[in-house]
């Protein structure tokens, strides 16, 4: 009954509002629950919301046990990889973990990308 529409603002406008709906998908949760989505009461399907939201869970007795997930991905920019890449996780409950030792992040994130700045005379 309660589903889940990400979408841009862009997605409310009647002319090319389709064209920015990006998800339409089942939403747990209610207004007195843990997983508290906004909605008005209805004994039909209807659309729910969560507003900007992030889960996040930290184990204090380990520095590297820091799990996030984002409702939606990681940018906001539109047709970026980055986009819509974390949507999948938050369905299924998962998590991305972000350690803080600087020697669990090298090893588990092995590529890396080094910027500079161009110097100009």
Known sequence: MHRLKLAHPFGRVAIFGKRYIFG?????????????????????????????????????SDLDRNFFVL???????IGSANFMDQVH?????????????PQSVRSLFTHCTSLVPQVSN
């Open 89 to 101: 996780l938050w369905q299924k409950g998962e998590y991305i973990q972000v350690p803080l030792r």
């Open 24 to 60: 339409d998908m089942p939403a747990s949760g209610g207004n007195e629950s843990v997983n508290k989505t906004a909605y008005q009461p209805s004994l039909k399907r209807h659309d729910t919301a969560y507003g900007s939201n992030a889960r996040h869970i930290s184990d204090l």
């Open 71 to 77: 409702l939606g991905g990681q940018d906001g920019w």
